[in-house]
Protein backbone atom coordinates (compact mmCIF):
# COMPACT_ATOMS: atom_id res chain seq x y z
CA UNK A 1 0.00 0.00 0.00
CA UNK A 2 1.23 3.36 -1.18
CA UNK A 3 1.18 6.14 1.76
CA UNK A 4 1.96 9.78 1.54
CA UNK A 5 2.35 11.87 4.26
CA UNK A 6 2.63 16.04 3.46
CA UNK A 7 4.39 18.72 6.36
CA UNK A 8 5.74 22.04 6.05
CA UNK A 9 2.00 23.93 6.00
CA UNK A 10 1.59 26.99 8.44
CA UNK A 11 0.75 30.59 8.91
CA UNK A 12 2.63 33.05 6.88
CA UNK A 13 2.32 36.59 5.94
CA UNK A 14 1.67 37.67 2.11
CA UNK A 15 4.67 37.87 0.53
CA UNK A 16 6.36 34.78 2.30
CA UNK A 17 7.45 31.41 2.06
CA UNK A 18 6.54 28.13 2.62
CA UNK A 19 7.62 24.83 1.59
CA UNK A 20 5.87 21.92 1.57
CA UNK A 21 6.97 18.05 1.71
CA UNK A 22 5.75 14.38 0.41
CA UNK A 23 7.21 11.50 1.33
CA UNK A 24 5.36 8.97 -0.68
CA UNK A 25 6.53 5.16 0.46
CA UNK A 26 6.22 3.90 -3.15
CA UNK A 27 8.85 1.15 -4.88
CA UNK A 28 7.87 3.02 -8.14
CA UNK A 29 8.78 6.64 -6.58
CA UNK A 30 11.11 7.05 -9.57
CA UNK A 31 8.88 6.65 -11.84
CA UNK A 32 5.68 7.88 -10.46
CA UNK A 33 3.49 11.12 -11.74
CA UNK A 34 3.38 13.00 -8.17
CA UNK A 35 1.32 15.99 -7.81
CA UNK A 36 0.00 19.24 -5.39
CA UNK A 37 -4.05 20.23 -5.12
CA UNK A 38 -5.08 22.37 -3.19
CA UNK A 39 -8.69 23.00 -1.70
CA UNK A 40 -9.98 26.34 -0.89
CA UNK A 41 -12.19 26.43 2.54
CA UNK A 42 -15.67 27.20 1.70
CA UNK A 43 -15.59 25.39 -2.15
CA UNK A 44 -17.16 22.73 -1.51
CA UNK A 45 -14.90 19.39 -2.10
CA UNK A 46 -13.68 20.62 -5.67
CA UNK A 47 -9.50 20.18 -5.50
CA UNK A 48 -7.17 22.53 -7.89
CA UNK A 49 -4.50 21.97 -9.45
CA UNK A 50 -1.40 23.16 -8.57
CA UNK A 51 1.86 21.25 -9.87
CA UNK A 52 3.18 18.11 -11.01
CA UNK A 53 6.37 16.08 -11.02
CA UNK A 54 5.34 13.70 -14.14
CA UNK A 55 7.20 10.20 -14.27
CA UNK A 56 6.92 8.89 -17.47
CA UNK A 57 8.88 12.06 -18.73
CA UNK A 58 11.82 11.56 -16.27
CA UNK A 59 10.10 14.14 -13.55
CA UNK A 60 9.81 16.81 -15.66
CA UNK A 61 7.55 19.62 -13.96
CA UNK A 62 4.19 21.47 -14.92
CA UNK A 63 2.47 24.40 -13.23
CA UNK A 64 -0.93 25.80 -13.21
CA UNK A 65 -1.16 29.06 -14.60
CA UNK A 66 -2.23 30.47 -11.62
CA UNK A 67 1.25 29.89 -9.07
CA UNK A 68 3.64 29.87 -12.60
CA UNK A 69 7.10 31.60 -11.38
CA UNK A 70 6.33 31.43 -8.12
CA UNK A 71 5.76 27.57 -7.12
CA UNK A 72 9.02 25.26 -7.55
CA UNK A 73 8.25 21.64 -7.57
CA UNK A 74 11.08 19.16 -7.07
CA UNK A 75 12.30 15.28 -6.17
CA UNK A 76 14.42 13.82 -4.03
CA UNK A 77 14.54 9.94 -5.38
CA UNK A 78 16.82 9.27 -2.27
CA UNK A 79 14.11 10.39 0.13
CA UNK A 80 11.68 9.29 -1.75
CA UNK A 81 10.51 13.01 -1.44
CA UNK A 82 8.27 15.32 -3.62
CA UNK A 83 8.39 19.39 -2.44
CA UNK A 84 6.68 22.49 -3.12
CA UNK A 85 8.70 25.55 -2.73
CA UNK A 86 5.86 28.14 -2.37
CA UNK A 87 6.95 32.21 -2.92
CA UNK A 88 5.50 35.34 -3.05
CA UNK A 89 2.12 33.90 -1.37
CA UNK A 90 -0.96 35.42 -1.92
CA UNK A 91 -3.81 35.43 0.35
CA UNK A 92 -5.86 33.28 -2.29
CA UNK A 93 -3.08 30.60 -1.79
CA UNK A 94 -5.03 29.70 1.65
CA UNK A 95 -6.02 26.02 1.10
CA UNK A 96 -5.43 22.65 2.16
CA UNK A 97 -2.36 21.07 0.18
CA UNK A 98 -2.59 17.41 -0.74
CA UNK A 99 -0.58 15.61 -2.61
CA UNK A 100 -1.36 12.84 -4.73
CA UNK A 101 0.58 10.06 -6.54
CA UNK A 102 0.20 7.40 -9.66
CA UNK A 103 2.53 5.10 -11.18
CA UNK A 104 -0.53 5.12 -14.33
CA UNK A 105 0.25 7.12 -17.46
CA UNK A 106 -2.88 9.49 -16.72
CA UNK A 107 -4.07 13.23 -17.31
CA UNK A 108 -2.18 15.04 -14.66
CA UNK A 109 -4.27 17.99 -14.15
CA UNK A 110 -7.52 16.23 -12.41
CA UNK A 111 -8.06 14.23 -9.18
CA UNK A 112 -9.02 10.85 -10.75
CA UNK A 113 -5.94 10.76 -12.73
CA UNK A 114 -4.27 9.94 -9.07
CA UNK A 115 -4.85 6.86 -7.03
CA UNK A 116 -3.01 7.37 -3.66
CA UNK A 117 -3.57 10.86 -1.78
CA UNK A 118 -2.36 12.17 1.62
CA UNK A 119 -4.04 13.55 4.00
CA UNK A 120 -3.39 17.24 3.48
CA UNK A 121 -1.39 20.23 5.10
CA UNK A 122 -2.97 23.60 5.84
CA UNK A 123 -1.25 26.32 4.38
CA UNK A 124 -2.77 29.84 5.50
CA UNK A 125 -1.99 33.35 4.28
CA UNK A 126 -2.58 36.40 6.11
CA UNK A 127 -2.44 39.99 4.51
Known amino acids: QVQLVESGGGLVQAGGSLRLSCEVS????????VAWFRQVPGKGKEREWV???????????SYADAIQGRFTISRDIAKNTVYLQMSSLKREDTAVYYC?????????????????WGQGTQVAVSS
Open 26 to 33: SATFSRDT
Open 51 to 61: AATIGWIGGSP
Open 100 to 116: AATSRVAQITTPDGYDY
